[in-house]
């Protein structure tokens, strides 16, 4: 919770504070407005990976509390990977002051929303 409040905090900065009047432009010739994108999609899909490899490498042998170890420590490699991808994509936009990458940094905290470990899965997980 803890860091979509930062993350949250770090968008209101960029939207009230750091930034003047911007554009939302996409420039096609613009080698940065694809890498970024492309570039977190990526961090994003590495994250989730190995979410998935660290979840799927627990035994039924290990004991409940080695399990929540595990699981814990997946989902918090998931979450700083993706909110790592939102602090880049916020810091982009205050360089570039474009609008384009603060959009895409909501995306990226709408996504981290929906990574939060759920009541009924948890018990699948483990």
Same mark, same amino acid.
């Given at each position: 919770?803890?860091?979509l409040?930062? #993350?949250?905090? +770090?968008?209101g900065?960029v939207l009230? &504070?750091?930034?003047?009047p *911007?554009?939302?432009?996409? *420039?096609?010739t613009n080698?940065?407005?694809?890498a970024m994108?492309i570039g977190v !999609? ?6 989730? *990976?190995t +979410?998935?490899q660290?979840v =799927?490498?627990m035994?039924e042998e290990q004991d409940?509390?080695e399990?929540v170890? !595990?699981l #814990?420590g997946?989902?918090?490699i998931?979450?700083v990977?993706v #909110?790592? =991808?939102? &602090? /880049?994509? /916020?810091?982009f936009s205050? !360089?570039e002051? *474009?609008?384009? &990458?603060? /959009?895409?940094? !909501?995306? #990226?905290?709408l996504?981290?929303i929906?990574l ?5 899965n948890f018990?699948e997980?483990l």
């Open positions: 919770m803890l860091l409040f930062a #993350q949250l905090a +770090f968008l900065i009230m &504070f750091l930034r003047e *911007n554009h939302f432009i996409f *420039n096609f080698l940065a407005h694809w994108p !999609v990526a961090l994003d899909w590495v994250s989730w *990976n +979410f998935k660290k =799927g490498d035994t409940i509390i399990r170890n !595990v #814990q997946a989902y918090i998931l979450w990977m #909110q790592a =991808g939102t &602090f /880049l994509l /916020l810091t205050i !360089v002051e *474009n609008d384009y &990458f603060i /959009l895409l940094a !909501v995306a #990226q905290i996504f981290y929906t939060r470990p759920r009541l009924f018990s997980q």
